[in-house]
């Protein structure tokens, strides 16, 4: 099949306005993406191996948002929980050592040793 002239003019003309409008398109959708990134919620994470019973982690953030912390081994009774929060200085985490307060009392109390390996994940800017 062969093209006239026409179709042939018709064709370059009508990929050029597809050249402009695509390059128009990758621009205003660059710059939306420059936008959607700057509100990107980032995740940092970590292990640690605590030596008292309240840890502070400085984990790399600017703000954090949320953390979870876990232990990353079996439980003893000396270091049975543990918990997180973000701290005072910005992009801080506190993370706190739990023990039972005795045999039958599982009121938890700051942990005196024994401890267990924690993972951490925090998220945040």
Do not use: R
């Amino acid at each position: 099949m062969s093209f006239t002239s026409k179709q042939i003019t018709d064709l370059n003309n009508s990929m050029v306005a597809a050249q402009n409008v695509s390059l128009g398109t990758v621009v205003s959708s660059l710059e939306d993406d420059v936008v959607a990134l700057q509100a990107l919620t980032l995740v940092t994470s970590g292990s640690i191996s605590p030596s008292s019973a309240e840890e502070i982690i400085t984990t790399g953030l600017t703000s954090v948002t949320s953390v979870v912390a876990s232990l990353s081994g079996s439980p003893t009774i000396n270091h049975a929980w543990v918990s997180a929060v973000s701290g005072s200085t910005a992009g801080d985490i506190h993370v706190y050592c739990w023990a039972p307060t005795g045999t039958g009392d599982v009121t938890p109390v700051a942990s005196s040793g024994n401890f267990v390996d924690v993972n951490w994940i925090a998220t945040g800017e």
